[in-house]
């Protein structure tokens, strides 16, 4: 059983930053392959990043290409997004998520919600304009 804990979320000004942090349980994270989703009021889940558990490769969605950044620290058991220049529709519940089966396909596969195996219970980000 694999337990994931979102951090960093907030309420930020339009053209602002946050990072988020998402530490997982369990002695082999570093095989984990995870993701960054996120749910706006009304709106289906929908994917915002991945990095593969080598860390050698990531995938974002078109609309937080260039502002967001996905990383992971494998000594902490940590994955992060780092998000720039964020704007009113980035407001969402950010969820992390894992797939502990390592995964070496295409890392656009990963972004689909069945991929992943374990989730957090979410971090609330809001950005005012």
């Known amino acids: 059983q694999v337990q994931l804990a979102e951090s960093g979320g907030g309420l930020v000004q339009a053209g602002g930053s946050l990072r988020l942090s998402c530490v997982a349980s369990?002695?082999?994270?570093?095989?984990?392959?995870m993701g960054w989703f996120r749910q706006a009021p009304g709106k289906e889940r929908e994917f915002v990043a991945t990095i593969r558990w080598t860390g050698d490769s990531t995938y974002y969605a078109d609309s937080v290409k260039g502002r967001f950044t996905i990383s992971r620290d494998n000594a902490k058991n940590t994955v992060y997004l780092q998000m720039n220049s964020l704007r009113p529709e980035d407001t969402a519940v950010y969820y992390c998520?894992?797939?502990?089966?390592?995964?070496?396909?295409?890392?656009?596969?990963?972004?689909?919600?069945?991929?992943?195996?374990?989730w957090g219970q979410g971090t609330q980000v809001t950005v005012s304009s």
């Open positions: 998520s894992a797939r502990s089966v390592p995964w070496r396909g295409a890392i656009t596969a990963m972004a689909a919600m069945g991929a992943y195996d374990y």
């Open positions: 369990g002695r082999t994270f570093s095989s984990y392959t």
